[in-house]
């Protein structure tokens, strides 16, 4: 460690010599927090560029190069007026900003950045089984075949309890009989979305929010709006049976994949199970591992 501090000290009077500037001390640490700070500013940029965001920032831009323009010709009250404005502009941003800014502290708090670390998701008896895979998938195709439309949200690590409460208390194992029940025509629960949470429908006739993406076509129709706005907002798996051609599409992370067949379905969900079972084995590890440590701990210190 001496030796690269030295290294650095070197590369640093190396730097003054050339420059004829003062000579600048280069640690360790310094190296790590230009690194960090580099890192940030290409996340930023990249979400910047990956959203709305950057129409946006391409104004600001435009306004910040004005202003530059007029302080260098003296212009000054352009100038009084962009330094009366500039507090109100730092709240018009975040207010501006607000649907991103939103969605990036969710995916900064995600599970892959800090699931090593902090687990606030469910216990393992709340994971849904194959069977209940099957059911979906039997239920769907079976609505499909009678037009029947239905919106069904499978739940992974991000609670949906603000979208539960709006809807009706279910609270039963999941069964295929049940969704079709639940879907049929002029029936008190069929409109809205059912959530479903491990094997078990908690809810009906939940209100979802619609995404606004102005990738999506125009010809989707209400229910698959909402499913691709739910999977906009969390991690979760979501099925739409259209009721006017009967054909099976699944919404997940903003995208929505449509006319999907069985074994497509049972994929996708495959994965969101074996993505949970394996999420739960890390935890287990992680919780077996602090438990020895601290019997050794115990044990030592006995």
Partial sequence: MQDFQ?????????????????????SLVDIIEIIIISFLFYQVLLWIKSTRAWNLFKGIMIILIFVLVAAFFQMNTILWLAEKTFNVGLIAIVVIFQPELRKALENLGGKKFLGYFF???????????DRTIEELIKACYAMGKVKTGALIVIE????????????????????????????EKNTPLHDGAVIVRGD??????CYLPLSDSLSLSKDLGTRHRAAVGISEVSDSLTIVVSEETGKVSAAFKGIIFHDVDADFLREKLKQLQNHNQGETSKLRIW???FRNGKETSEISDK
């Avoid at 030295?6 to 050339?18: A, H, K």
């Avoid at 992974?156 to 879907?183: M, P």
């Fill in 156 to 183: 992974d690590e991000i609670l949906l309890n603000e979208y539960v409460r709006t809807g009706i208390d279910v609270d039963a194992v999941l069964s295929s009989q049940l969704l079709i029940n639940i879907f």
């Fill in 200 to 205: 078990r429908v908690v809810s009906a006739t």
């Fill in 119 to 129: 687990f606030f998701g469910r216990t393992e008896n709340e994971r849904f089984t």
């Fill in 6 to 26: 030295t290294m650095l000290n070197d590369f640093g009077e190396r730097i003054s010599t050339l420059s004829g500037l003062p000579h600048v001390s280069i």
């Fill in 287 to 289: 919780k077996r591992r």
